[in-house]
């Protein structure tokens, strides 16, 4: 009978959270209209955002997968979840405030963090002891939802440039091809490359990160091993990159002069992110099957 009155109480609590936290969800959409439907333009209007739009679904997704695991330690955190609330509105009026002063972009990447803090604050208040326990990573995948600004986007691209390039060039030097490197320009016999903001990668590099969270919160248990495979993300960025420019530069050289100026060149990416994430989920299986090892020697 205890038993039975716990549970009923447990449904209870979570019905009466889950109502809050739609609440909660409802109000902030009036609020941040203007940033949300700003990030949304950007995402379809530039290949450096597209990876937003993967990350409500993705986060929707990875909860319910989970809902039945947090919801066992279902508490309230009060006093948490009030910061975070206080510290998305102040954030938010700060930044209004602010405007003026504030490039466009950076102002929206402000908005939009006070737009986290919210939900995370509406979670923490609503579902604090199994929700944020469980699905921590999870829950940082919010913020990849925030638009970077240009001066921070820029850094990255440029960091993917030049390591896409000292990538490209141990790769031709493998195979005893002659090269020079100058910065991102890569000189080959008959052959002059540069490694241009276009050809960075971005794009791919933010998809690879955000799949790349996923597959750790769903298949991974301990923490450093999930630490582990998100680190791997860095250096599998540039190096995927690397081995594209690697291939289409002795395509060119031995087959077909013209491959830069095909769709091959413009729109072939999506292979060599098909090949990282396939190295990625290689790196899960070797890290799930050591972490299966590991609860067996425990056990």
Not at 83 to 95: G, K, N, P, V, Y
Request: hydrophobic fraction near 55%.
């Amino acid at each position: 009978m205890t038993t039975g009155f716990k549970s009923k109480a447990g449904l209870s609590r979570l019905g009466s959270s889950g109502s809050l936290f739609l609440f909660l969800l409802a109000a902030s959409l009036p609020v941040w209209w203007g940033p949300l439907s700003a990030t949304l333009r950007l995402s379809f209007a530039r290949e450096e955002y597209t990876h937003i739009l993967l990350v409500l679904p993705f986060t929707a997704g990875l909860l319910y997968i989970e809902n039945r695991r947090w919801r066992e330690g279902l508490r309230d955190g009060i006093w948490p979840g009030v910061a975070l609330l206080s510290a998305a509105l102040l954030l938010l009026i700060l930044t209004h405030v602010r405007a003026f002063s504030l490039p466009a972009d950076a102002q929206l990447a402000w908005s939009m963090l006070a737009l986290v803090l919210w939900w995370l604050g509406s979670i923490v208040l609503c579902f604090e002891g199994g929700l944020v326990r469980v699905s921590w990573l999870s829950l940082g995948l919010l913020f990849f939802v925030i638009p970077l600004p240009e001066t921070v986007l820029g850094r990255l691209i440029e960091f993917l440039q030049y390591r896409s390039a000292d990538s490209a060039q141990l790769m031709f030097q493998a195979i005893g091809t002659p090269v020079t490197q100058d910065g991102v320009l890569l000189s080959l016999p008959g052959l002059n490359l540069e490694v241009a903001r276009e050809c960075s990668s971005i794009r791919s590099s933010m998809v690879l990160a955000v799949t790349t969270i996923v597959l750790a919160q769903v298949l991974l248990r301990s923490w450093w091993r999930r630490a582990l495979l998100l680190l791997a993300v860095i250096p599998l960025s540039f190096i995927k990159n690397g081995l594209r420019i690697f291939v289409l530069a002795e395509i060119s050289r031995r087959i077909d002069p013209n491959i830069f100026d095909s769709g091959w060149h413009h729109q072939g990416g999506s292979i060599f992110l098909g090949v990282a994430l396939a190295a990625m989920i290689g790196l899960v299986w070797w890290l799930r099957r050591s972490e299966a090892r590991g609860f067996e020697a425990k056990a």
